[in-house]
């Protein structure tokens, strides 16, 4: 999925990982993201809004031009809080908690994701 993306969109990961893992664990997808934000680099935790501000401040976008790929029902409240429209990759079919910012699309594969993207 990332492959038919990357050079074609700017591409950047926001993880709760410390600096050094973050980076190992992205670059093992074989993918050149153009960010990689840490909740070490960010001063954050997700689901706090910075390290989503700060991923959308180094791509150079506006939320509403991007589309934040969740796997995680708590990166709804953070996406939110920015106004970042999320698909969810929800693997395992957790439950939503109380109170979440609906999810753009909520899917237990990325198949939707490519016609959600080519819209």
Same mark, same amino acid.
């Given at each position: 999925? +990332?492959?038919? $993306? ?5 591409? =950047?990961?926001?993880?709760? /990982?410390?600096? %050094?893992? =973050? ?13 990689? !934000? ?10 706090h809004?910075?390290?989503?501000r $700060?991923?959308? #401040?180094? $791509?150079?976008?506006?939320?509403q031009? /991007? @589309?934040?790929?969740? =796997?995680?029902?708590? #990166?709804?409240y953070?996406?939110?809080? !920015?106004? @970042? ?12 908690p109380? #109170?979440?910012?609906?999810? %753009?699309?909520?899917?237990?594969s +990325?198949e939707?994701?490519?016609?959600? @993207?080519?819209?």
């Open positions: 999925m +990332l492959g038919g $993306l990357q050079g074609r969109i700017p591409l =950047g990961v926001v993880t709760n /990982c410390a600096e %050094k893992l =973050g980076r190992l664990a992205a670059a093992r997808t074989g993918i050149a993201f153009d960010t990689i !934000v840490t909740a070490e680099r960010a001063g954050f935790y997700k689901p809004p910075r390290p989503y $700060l991923a959308l #401040d180094e $791509l150079g976008v506006r939320p031009d /991007c @589309l934040f790929v969740a =796997g995680s029902a708590y #990166d709804l953070g996406a939110a809080a !920015v106004g @970042l429209p999320v698909y969810w990759h929800d693997r395992i079919g957790m439950p939503i109380p #109170d979440t910012p609906p999810p %753009k699309a909520h899917h237990r +990325l939707p994701l490519k016609e959600l @993207l080519n819209d």
